[in-house]
């Protein structure tokens, strides 16, 4: 039985003739010849590498190996700059926590001073 017709999950992988764009499903056999790609897969609907949506092929998303659709991408920066305000709020409360280490330092001196 032939596979079910679906919107490709394409990934650029390396072959031994360069990098060559193909869809990742198991089931499914298909490439981009290279020197099509340009014309023929911005403008596609394809499936999204990472939720399995589709959205429409750019040539902004064929920069990356693995293109996925705008909500993941929201997603990917949304995390990355939670992670990056977690380690931001880490150092700053490292840096408190040693003003208060000086503050206290200070008083146990005028404490033990009397
Ligand atoms: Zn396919
Ligand atoms: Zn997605």
């Given at each position: 039985m032939?596979?079910?017709?679906?919107p490709?999950?394409?990934?650029h992988v390396?072959?031994?003739i360069g990098?060559?764009w193909?869809?990742s499903l198991?089931?499914?056999?298909?490439?981009?010849?290279?020197?099509m790609?340009?014309?023929?897969?911005?403008?596609r609907?394809?499936?999204?590498?990472?939720?399995?949506?589709?959205?429409i092929?750019?040539?902004?998303?064929?920069?990356?190996i693995q293109?996925i659709c705008d909500?993941?991408?929201t997603?990917?920066?949304?995390?990355?700059?939670?992670?990056?305000?977690?380690s931001?709020t880490k150092?700053?409360s490292?840096?408190?926590?040693?003003?208060?280490?000086e503050?206290?330092?200070?008083?146990?001196?005028?404490?033990?001073?009397?």
């Open positions: 032939p596979g079910k017709k679906h490709h999950r394409y990934e390396e072959t031994p990098f060559v193909r869809c198991p089931e499914c056999a298909h490439y981009m010849p290279q020197h790609e340009s014309f023929l897969m911005p403008g609907r394809v499936m999204c590498n990472e939720c399995s949506n589709t959205f092929l750019t040539p902004v998303k064929m920069q990356s293109p909500a993941c991408e997603e990917r920066l949304m995390r990355r700059r939670e992670r990056e305000l977690v931001q150092s700053d490292i840096k408190s926590d040693e003003a208060n280490t503050i206290l330092e200070a008083l146990l001196k005028e404490i033990g001073e009397r």
